[in-house]
């Protein structure tokens, strides 16, 4: 089974700042992965998939990089709505895997 | 506008079958379209546990595949998960998730539901 290790698990960050979140496959999974926001007691809402595709309606100030075992999520000025957990998701093959998680939190 | 719902109930006692109903709306289980649950246990991260598609193809998580069911009722809309033998362990928020097909990630979730597994 692919395993995928995400870090850091938490982020202290203030408004405007640039955050970075990053996720290692133990194998290539090539661009197969997504990335979630969740806010507590919520369910996950999906970001962005295939790696760096955009779903429609979020924001431009969030994006993801990366193919292979490498991956990166940036929130580019992170806005008060964005504290929240982020989890990177490997869907490449059964079995699927989440990462553990990033909470970002205020400075 | 695609909605998706759990239900079941709430507390469980260990060594019971826990069955869980997805039931959705907005969309079919066609073309390949995939209805997928995920669990979080309080405070921890997601864990996949099962997909289910169009064309009835099935996965699960191989550390639960000998507990888990998963079966699609697509004249009433619905994906039933089914996971025996429970144990205070598997006290959870569970969801159903959509996912358009091949390529896409799990782009509609449903609200989850909270079990609990205690005596």
């Known amino acids: 089974d692919i395993q995928m290790t995400q870090s850091p698990s938490t982020l202290s960050a203030s408004v405007g700042d640039r955050v970075t979140i990053t996720c290692r496959a133990s194998q290539s999974i090539s661009s197969w992965l997504a990335w979630y926001q969740q806010k507590p007691g919520k369910a996950p809402k999906l970001l962005i998939y295939k790696a760096s595709t955009l779903e429609s309606g979020v924001p431009s100030r969030f994006s993801g990089s990366g193919s292979g075992t490498e991956f990166t999520f940036t929130i580019t000025s992170l806005q008060p709505d964005d504290f929240a957990t982020y989890y990177c998701h490997d869907y490449s093959t059964s079995p699927w895997t989440f990462g553990q998680g990033t909470k970002v939190e205020i400075k | 506008q695609?909605?998706?719902k759990e239900s079941g109930p709430t507390?469980?006692?260990p060594t019971q079958t826990l069955t869980l109903t997805c039931?959705?709306?907005g969309f079919s289980l066609s073309a390949g379209v995939g209805v997928a649950w995920i669990r979080q246990p309080p405070g921890k991260a997601l864990e996949w546990l099962a997909i289910i598609y169009s064309d009835d193809d099935k996965?699960?998580?191989p550390s639960l595949?000998?507990?888990l069911t998963i079966t699609k009722d697509t004249s009433e809309s619905q994906v039933v998960l089914t996971m025996t033998n429970m144990d205070p362990v598997d006290t959870a928020t569970y969801y159903c998730a959509h996912r358009q097909g091949y390529?896409?990630?799990l782009d509609y979730w449903g609200?989850?539901?909270l079990v609990t597994v205690s005596s």
């Open chain 2, 2 to 4: 695609i909605t998706l």
């Open chain 2, 11 to 13: 507390l469980v006692k």
């Open chain 2, 23 to 25: 039931t959705f709306s």
């Open chain 2, 59 to 61: 996965y699960y998580s």
């Open chain 2, 65 to 67: 595949k000998s507990r």
């Open chain 2, 103 to 105: 390529g896409y990630g």
């Open chain 2, 111 to 113: 609200q989850g539901t």
